[in-house]
């Protein structure tokens, strides 16, 4: 009933993808959610890629899809999840590069105390 995290690395070819495989085939039997991210040398530069990434694809955002209108699917799922808006689109609209509307705050944070409320945000969605 506890959560598990997993994290390989590894020089190329000793069989990394091998071992996820299996372990995904083992576990498909089984209740679970699986989150899956790699990294990419093109964002080496920005730690949180993977989980930008991923937020990107959880919230079916397209490129083409105008910021009000990717502003419109984060809010969606935010309340989905019973997340204060005020508190949380300012956070993830900067993590997602979200120009931010009138309607919210913004954020009167330094960069650190950003940081760790965002990381704080992440922890409260997983």
Wanted: net charge positive; charged share 25%.
């Amino acid at each position: 009933g506890m959560g598990q995290v997993v994290f390989l690395t590894g020089e190329a070819g000793i069989g990394k993808s091998r071992l996820v495989q299996v372990m995904k085939d083992r576990v498909s039997r089984e209740q679970h959610a699986r989150i899956e991210s790699r990294c990419s040398p093109y964002y080496q530069n920005t730690a949180l890629y993977p989980v930008i990434d991923h937020l990107q694809r959880l919230l079916k955002f397209k490129r083409e899809d105008p910021p009000q209108e990717k502003l419109g699917k984060l809010e969606g799922i935010l309340v989905q999840y019973g997340f204060p808006l005020e508190e949380m689109v300012p956070l993830f609209a900067s993590l997602l590069s979200l120009p931010l509307p009138d309607r919210y705050p913004p954020l009167n944070l330094t960069p650190q105390m950003q940081k760790q409320k965002t990381l704080e945000a992440l922890i409260a969605w997983l």
